[in-house]
């Protein structure tokens, strides 16, 4: 069941949202040749870099597939670049490139987001190569048998992973503690960071596998760890609002939304919103991860992509699931 649609939200917000999902969604249009893990030419060598953006750009197709309306028209040739790939007989061989700490996640990834009605040997293919005890947890923290198990489901793969039940009370959502500020001049609530960077990344992303990107409510969790988890993706929220930190800004805003809140009704998610909108360039892209990692003024092409395609494609996926009307069903 999705999260429950609130009241109209405010103009401003709601106009920043639409102009923030618009500007990215062109921009991942107009930018889908880097997305092409093999391009035509073969003029120059596919990598992992290029495969993981297909992955991602997999993703936001899939997510956008189950929305209210079905996906927005300017991803179309986005799927169709998806499906292209995912039957191309060299993809699923980029997969290995990361070595063994990434070839067994991409390819459960690659197998769970397929696009309905192609033929599946492929993936079938890739999945037969998992390493013994790949879908197994032994060896494995809470948060990576949740993402194993989330993509390993997808997918339709067995495996022995416990259910999510288990699972949440073991994740991030629940484990985590922010930080408190110590004794140093400097050290006070507004510029310590709640969490760290990683840490940050598995709260968005266990969130993300509990809550199906949107939706249902993280199944296993009490009242009390759901408001714990939500507390903590305030409090990282506002810093990362402080900090320009856009990229986990982004992943917040949806974690919010996954974990029960409406964060286009709240100062601090319409504050995280702007904060976007004033990052993104005329171009629709959002230039970097953070401002202190933004793409330089002499960034071009394929150098100016690396450092912009995830957090534009992060915004549009946000932008996408928690806009009123389209929310997904």
């Given amino acids: ?90 993809f699923p061989g980029l997969l290995d490139e990361g070595g063994e700490r990434y ?40 948060y990576q048998r949740l993402e194993i198990r989330y993509y390993a489901d997808k997918a339709g793969v067995r495996h022995g992973i416990e259910p999510y039940a288990d699972l949440a009370p073991r994740s991030p959502l ?31 992303h266990a ?21 714990h988890a939500r507390e903590l993706a305030r409090r ?6 402080a900090h320009d930190q856009w990229d986990l800004i982004a992943e917040l805003l949806l974690t919010q939304f996954i974990l029960g809140a409406d964060p286009l009704r709240t100062p601090g998610g319409a504050a995280a919103v702007e904060c976007l909108a004033r990052a993104q360039l005329p171009n629709g892209a959002i230039p970097g991860r953070s401002a202190a990692g933004r793409a330089a003024g002499a960034d071009r092409g394929r150098e100016f992509f690396r450092k912009a395609y995830h957090t534009t494609l992060v915004t549009a996926l946000m932008a996408l699931i928690v806009a009123p009307e389209r929310r997904p069903s």
């Fill in 1 to 90: 069941m999705s999260p429950p649609v609130s009241a109209a939200v405010s103009p401003p917000v709601s106009a920043l949202l639409d102009r923030l999902r618009a500007g990215a969604l062109d921009w991942l249009g107009e930018n889908l040749g880097h997305f092409d893990a093999l391009p035509a030419s073969h003029a120059r060598p596919a990598t992992r870099g290029r495969a993981k953006a297909a992955l991602e750009l997999a993703l936001l197709c899939h997510c956008a597939a189950r929305l209210d309306g079905g996906p927005p028209d300017a991803l179309g040739e986005a799927a169709a670049l998806i499906r292209r790939l995912w039957q191309h007989p060299d």
């Fill in 103 to 142: 070839a067994a996640v991409y390819a459960l990834v690659y197998a769970a987001l397929a696009p309905r009605g192609i033929d599946d040997a492929l993936c079938r293919a890739a999945l037969s190569r998992l390493p013994p005890g790949a879908l197994a947890p032994g060896g494995k923290t809470a």
């Fill in 174 to 204: 629940v484990t985590l503690r922010a930080a408190t500020p110590d004794s140093t001049p400097d050290s006070t609530p507004e510029n310590t960071a709640p969490l760290t960077t990683g840490q940050a990344y598995a709260l968005t």
């Fill in 207 to 227: 969130t993300f596998y509990l809550g199906d990107f949107g939706r249902a409510r993280p199944a296993g969790l009490d009242g009390r760890e759901l408001g």
């Fill in 236 to 241: 990282m929220l506002g810093h990362c609002v």
